[in-house]
């Protein structure tokens, strides 16, 4: 039962992920439209371009915990016997468990102090910036149990959400439907770069802004 409610959370979060990353990329597209073809740039887009890469973000981070996707160095698991091999899996678990819980107690202390702000972009509190690390902690520390059940019970979690083998099997021999697929994964991958590269440029603006050099008569230059 309780496997079966993580895996519904756990799909639950994957889909979620796909709407933001769709609505992600509709925002930064308007932006761009918005500057270079209406000449109008819309304020409010960068700030739900950041705020959804964040939910975006923790939600892949919980499910990648539930799939246990994340990378790991497992060259002296395979190197130590079974039962400790196990042990040591469970340790594993249990710190990352660990660790969800204080970044979801923290971010959770974070929202509530900021709570009464606003973003001025989006007339919207500043605390749900804090809500995704404190949902995803919350749901690192559940999927951390399940996979300690699992252990202890001699069993793994279910197979991965992300399972190329299933949109195989799902396609079939449909052929067109196999080319459309085939065709929609080097646009969105373009999307994809575009609104990475905004994104980024964005950051870079903000957090390392142009230097501006003033000359003044007589002076070689002074940098401010």
Known sequence: MYSKLCRWLARSCMWLGIAGIVALIAAVSWQVFGRYVLNNTPTWAES???LLVLYVTMLGTAVGVHDAGHIGLESLLVLVPEKVRNKIEILIHLLVGLFGG???WGCAELAASVWTYRLPTLWISEGWKYVPAT???VLIVMFSIE????LAQGREVGDSLV???VIDRALGD???ARTRYERAIPIFAALGVVTL???VGKLRTR????RVTVVRRGDAGDSM
């Not at 957090?207 to 142009?210: F, K, L």
């Open 48 to 50: 739900l371009a950041l």
């Open 102 to 104: 204080a970044m979801a």
């Open 135 to 137: 949902l995803s902690g």
């Open 147 to 150: 996979h300690i059940i699992a």
């Open 163 to 165: 399972n190329l083998a």
């Open 174 to 176: 449909d052929r067109a």
């Open 197 to 199: 590269s905004e994104i």
């Open 207 to 210: 957090y390392y802004p142009a």
